[in-house]
């Protein structure tokens, strides 16, 4: 399979959907009446001169709010090439050997899903967030160099270009040469995407390959834009706040930005350093990296006196996020604000003193490891100080189930499972057992993705009311937010087994013992993709449908005495374009002070009847999952008759739990799954899909979990026979959905529930 031509049509096929999704959804959008209300009225339509002035206005801007969003775009962008790069390596690692993708290719995946993720994702969405919001939060009319701002953001969409030239030159390639020889493309298939690991160390990273030049030199750009975007931070903090604001009330968010922006002043020419001598080793002869110069060893040092600080760079405006959101959903004020601002600088200054940790097995002298041993797990100390504070200002408060509040628990909890184990890798007896498996790589993960992702999609939550003027769809959040939390618990956990029972990272093969983890764990990816496509609809669809704001107070901060700058900016805009009054709230109380007299439910009492109504729908459930089923079933033996369905693939199935290749073990896990996971997944998703809970609903889910029974039951058919094969998948499970949820229908199960303003 080719690699690269996969890849794209994945990323075509998720930006289709994006736009299909906003078609239809501004197709008709709610606009103001006269009279207050909310009427249906068509667009008008946009013309090439509307285009070509909003293609100027985005490329001219020098506002901080529209260049911040212009940042999580590129993010978001990022966010999901290099996840679709982590999916294709989840799937590769299904089998255990090479069967999907080759050797090779599984390294150029590794390769640029981490530096993709790394450096196009995470650092463009928080500066985005930071450029949008921090000057709402301390009272700054833009940031302190507007032009400059904008100068650090456009200088990274041609850094990622760069730095992904490979792929888009292989598809090129391979279109072109539909219509034009092979031999005058020579040039664009010398474009390798590099297989070097995200590390880049050479001497891998000094083979002959003309993309690993434009890969560094996409890097040194993308460091350049960073750093500009650093130090207009710390100017607009220092000089641009308001005389009101001091350094004892500065809020948390901000704090975390400027020390994340001065450990960048020290970290990221240092790596635009190391990357020049790379390049010049690459091209000019030099000898930084050669083992007859400086050695391969030198980069290390160089690269991870980098990117030791770069992982707090990433981490400490998620813990800001943190800081921020929760006490707005808990009704507390944070606990121990200055002890929180005191480790995050203890962070910041520690942050350049562990960088060895990440090389004890290379031979360095056991006293400066010793060293190294003893700063990695002092650095634990301000984080554990962080996550003491975030419970205790959780401890007796009013918690409110809404979809940012159970991003910020699960945050805690999986970086509390995450920081735990990198205490572990700090001692170097066990680092030099487990550097090298994937315990490394769950630790990481746990981290990157356990809170930092987490805590955007918690922004995003909570400031969308401010962004758009909407309100999302909070159950679909609610279902979104916990299946983001479960996946990546269930992926990266699993990973932490693996690395227990020391199977090594980065092979594209591995024992067969090992194989029903590696499923697992490819199972947990799978359902953080879904999520993060779930996410995406929700966004989109809810900014031309979601409810409009009728108050700049949507969460309730004002009765906590809450309510933050960037809210009261809101409210003053909402007041001068649309003459919505201030609201107030009934009654007011400090939030460092509990809730007294009649508390609302505690998360614990909001689960309970979830939990209930789960237990009640199961029976009505599994009798229309069996039903279907069995509708699916004689549909399959039509096409079993007519060739294009092999039964032996249900004997696969039965592998995929540990048992034997048996037809009816196979088939009686199918049946199970039918009755079970799929008819609950029905009742949970099927609020959320077109239609009334019923026929139609039916038929837009059966149509969704089509493509995955086609992807896993497929055995190699072509031709007429694939096209047989594909019709019959489809019709089997519009009919298994007709019976489902007919049979649902008719047993009188739920119906769509209304939404109500308490769902978070």
Sequence with gaps: MNRALAEVSLFGLVLAGCLLTVALASRWRAETSPDGGYVREQRRRISLADAKAAAVRWTTTTNHREIGLLYIALGTVAAIWGGIDGMMIRTHLLTPEATLWTEGTYNELFTMHGLTMLIFF?????????????????????????????????????????????????????????????????????????????????????????????????????????????LNFITTVVYERDESIGWANLDIFSWNILVTSAIIIFAFPLLGTALLMLLFDRNFGTTFFAVEGGGPILWQHLFWFWGHPEVYIIFLPATGLMSLILPKFVGRKLFGFKFIVYSTIAIGVLSFGVWAHHMFVTGVDPRVRASFMATSIAIAVPSAIKVFNWITTMWNGDVRLAAPTILCVGSIGLFIVGGVTGIFLAVIPIDVVYHGTYYVVGHFHLILMGIIPLMMFAASYYWYPLLTGRMYDRRLAIFQSSLLVVGSALTFMTLMALGFLELPRRYATYPAEYSGLQVVATVGAFLIGISVLMWLYNMLWSYFQGTPVETADPWDLKATEQFTPEWQWLEDRLERERGVPPSEPEAVRPSYVPAQGERPLSLYGRIVPVAKRVANDAGTGAAGGFVGTMLLTGTLLVAVALGSFDL?????????????????????????????????????????????????????????????????????????????????????????????????????????????????
């Design 122 to 230: 995470v650092t463009p969405v928080f500066f985005g967030i930071g450029n949008y919001f921090l000057p709402l939060l301390i009272g700054a009319d833009d940031m302190a160099f507007p032009r400059l701002n904008a100068v650090g953001f456009w200088l990274l969409p041609p850094s990622l270009l760069l730095a992904r030239f490979g792929i888009i030159a292989e598809v090129t390639g391979a279109l072109l040469a539909v219509v034009v020889s092979a031999d005058r493309l020579s040039v664009l298939f010398a474009f390798k995407e590099p297989a070097i690991g995200w590390t880049v160390y050479p001497p891998l990273s000094l083979a002959p390959n003309p993309q690993t030049n434009f890969l560094l030199l996409g890097l040194h750009l993308s460091g350049i834009a960073t750093t500009i975007g650093a």
């Design 648 to 760: 032996e693939a249900f004997a696969t199935l039965a592998t995929f739990v540990g048992l034997p290749a048996n037809l009816a073990l196979g088939y009686g896990l199918f049946l199970l799954g039918g009755m079970t996971v799929w008819p609950l997944l029905f009742l949970s998703l099927g609020e959320y899909l077109p239609g009334e809970l019923t026929l139609v609903t039916g038929l837009w889910y059966a149509t969704v979990i089509a493509s995955g029974f086609a992807l896993a039951f497929y055995t190699g058919q072509s031709g007429l026979e694939l096209v047989t094969y594909v019709l019959f998948v489809i019709v089997a499970h519009w009919v298994y959905g007709l019976g489902l949820a007919g049979t649902i229908a008719v047993l009188g199960g739920r119906q769509r529930r209304p939404s109500t303003g308490d769902d978070g």
